[in-house]
């Protein structure tokens, strides 16, 4: 069965940076296009970006500040966040892009102003 375990979120302040991480297993990674999302208290869970053999794409209120990456031996998908924002508080989780879920723990993210 496929899991997802995201970890590398805290409390950071606005202009700050964190690297998120999600280890992933029961799937084939390597060929799986990957994806981050994240969800704010009260608001919907929302796609942030996305990784496949193709490329990347990234929600436009993360353009130039996020960076999507994967590791395929490490079965490891990473999310670099610059330029933090309180408004980009929220957990966040990782997945595979076109197949809803599972969803794994998430990891908090929380941007101070």
């Known amino acids: 069965q496929v899991q997802f375990v995201e970890s590398g979120g805290g409390l950071v302040q606005a202009g700050g940076s964190l690297r998120l991480s999600c280890l992933v297993s029961?799937?084939?990674?390597?060929?799986?296009?990957m994806a981050w999302y994240r969800q704010a208290p009260g608001n919907e869970r929302e796609l942030v970006a996305d990784?496949?053999?193709?490329?990347?794409t990234y929600a436009p209120f993360v353009e130039g500040r996020f960076t999507i990456s994967r590791d395929n031996g490490r079965k490891t998908v990473y999310l670099q966040m610059n330029s933090l924002r309180p408004e980009d508080t929220a957990v966040y989780y990782c997945?595979?892009?076109?197949?809803?879920?599972?969803w794994g723990q998430g990891t908090q993210v929380t941007v101070s102003s």
């Open positions: 997945s595979r892009r076109y197949v809803s879920g599972p």
């Open positions: 029961g799937t084939a990674f390597s060929v799986t296009p």
């Open positions: 990784i496949s053999s193709v490329g990347s």
